[in-house]
């Protein structure tokens, strides 16, 4: 093999490829946070592509090649909330809780942690919610946590720990409606309750309205919010 300046040819090659890959990635982080900071500071609707260009440092054709669209960025961002939040180790655990009462219990704490690690995108996200792209990220985040909940709820009626009076369409309905990130946004800013307190809320009221009164022991005894 021949060698330029010492350094065999195919080594070389995969250098600079790494070299290139470590660039790329390190602009596309720029991107984001720089899309983060203005979706915080001006929201979806007032952001535009030149000004996160701009606080990233790039062009605004390297953020088109990076990315796509703004709702790709916001796409990205919401992403990396999840893997910031674990959710896969989040989703095995719960999945694999047999307790029904710690299973809703597990739930209601990954969603605190997910929805207080990514509030300020949860409030750009929801702001935008005319925005034809942010409407499709919000319905594809509404399906994915329906299918979820799908899975724990029918896990609960496995064992006959479902109110006798519920069908699992309609537990599932209820459990989606109470876990969803605009009402966390209310609890956190217009009731100005806790990350704590809403996580207790939002156990309980799971707890009470899905599990069968035989069950849903600590749904009577939880403390209410502080």
């Given amino acids: 093999m021949e060698l330029r300046a010492g350094i065999p040819y195919g080594k070389q090659r995969k250098y600079r490829s790494s070299l290139r890959e470590e660039r790329a ?14 979706f915080t500071d001006r929201g979806f609707t007032g952001t535009t592509v030149s000004g996160i260009a701009e606080r990233a440092g790039v062009a605004a054709p390297t953020v088109y090649a990076a990315f796509g669209s703004k709702a790709a960025i916001m796409r990205a961002l919401l992403t990396q909330s999840e893997d910031d939040a674990d959710a896969s180790t989040w989703r095995a655990r719960i999945d694999a809780e047999p307790d029904p009462n710690r299973k ?3 739930f209601a704490e990954w969603s605190r942690h997910l929805f207080s690690g990514s509030r300020d995108l949860i409030a750009a996200a929801l702001a935008a ?3 034809p792209a942010v409407a499709e990220l919000h319905e594809q985040g509404d399906q994915n946590r329906r299918n979820w909940l799908s899975d724990i709820v029918a896990s609960v009626a496995d064992i006959g720990a479902l109110r006798p009076e519920l069908d699992q369409q309609e537990a599932i309905d ?19 309750w806790s990350d704590d ?30």
């Fill in 25 to 38: 990635a390190d602009t596309r982080a720029r991107i984001v946070r720089a899309a983060r900071a203005l």
């Fill in 174 to 192: 209820l459990a989606w409606m109470v876990s969803g990130p605009d009402l966390y946004l209310r609890a956190a800013q217009t009731c100005a």
């Fill in 104 to 106: 809703l219990e597990n």
């Fill in 129 to 131: 919610a005319g925005e």
């Fill in 197 to 226: 307190a809403y996580q207790r809320w939002l156990t309980r009221h799971l707890q009470h309205q899905l599990l069968d009164a035989g069950t849903d022991k600590r749904a009577t005894t939880a403390e209410p919010p502080a």
